[in-house]
């Protein structure tokens, strides 16, 4: 067990240009997610995995927002167009449904800066 | 919509002495809460959680976390500081049987002096 991991884990672009971000997780879990952080908050929920099937997305999640994960192993979040307040730490979580409710394991981040 | 309140954002302790982080919370229905912590240049750490049964749930690194659903709370804590659980902590929530997401609070830095 490697762990949830993410690359790259700085991204520092101009505004305008598009970005993407990737997201391995444990190896077993077939729930993985994404949330944005910015300074002095906590984690926002953007969106949620399923095996391959994306179930859920956050009102946050604008158009220029998309996600995948095309084999349920690995998934990869693209920001289009970027804008200035697109900066903040991207987090990515994965979990094994078992139970009643199953803990959400997270990954060091990718922190993008928009310049 | 749920909502998570952590009143605290710096919490200071001194080192031996007992700790305490709030966390308050709204759902509708009944919560699943989470703590986790947070290292710099590190993801978050999951800590404990509560689904049901005891009000008091213990976890990782001799924390403990007492669910109180009349005051709305779900407050961590530890009997003994260390410095090393200096840190950022962050308390979550979800509802029962619903979205998979977690709402979380604003999070609440706690410093151990030595």
């Known amino acids: 067990d490697t762990g949830v991991s993410q690359n790259p884990r700085h991204k520092i672009t101009k505004r305008g240009q598009n970005v993407t971000f990737r997201c391995d997780p444990i190896?077993?879990?077939?729930?993985l997610y994404w949330y944005r952080q910015t300074l002095g908050q906590g984690p926002e929920f953007l969106t949620y995995?399923?095996?391959?099937?994306?179930?859920?997305k956050s009102r946050l999640l604008s158009d220029r927002f998309s996600a995948e994960r095309p084999k349920g192993s690995f998934s990869t979040l693209e920001i289009q167009r970027t804008e200035q307040g697109d900066s903040a730490m991207y987090l990515c979580a994965s979990s094994l449904a078992f139970g009643q409710v199953d803990e959400q394991y997270f990954g060091p981040g990718t922190r993008l800066t928009v310049t | 919509a749920q909502s998570v309140a952590q009143p605290e954002d710096q919490v200071n302790v001194a080192e031996g002495n007992p700790l305490t982080v709030k966390c308050t919370y709204s759902v509708s229905g009944n919560p699943y809460l989470f703590w986790y912590v947070q290292y710099p240049n590190r993801g978050l750490q999951f800590l404990l959680k509560?689904?049901?049964?005891?009000?008091l749930v213990k976890g990782s690194y001799g924390f403990e976390a007492e669910f109180n659903k009349s005051q709305t709370s779900f407050h961590l804590k530890k009997p003994s500081a260390l410095v090393s659980d200096s840190a950022l902590y962050f308390c979550?929530?979800?509802?029962?049987?619903?979205?998979?997401?977690?709402?979380f609070g604003s999070g609440t830095q706690l410093t151990v002096l030595p």
């Open positions: 509560y689904i049901t049964g005891d009000n």
């Open positions: 979550a929530v979800t509802p029962t049987g619903s979205a998979r997401q977690l709402t």
């Open positions: 995995f399923q095996n391959e099937a994306q179930l859920e």
């Open positions: 190896s077993e879990h077939n729930r």
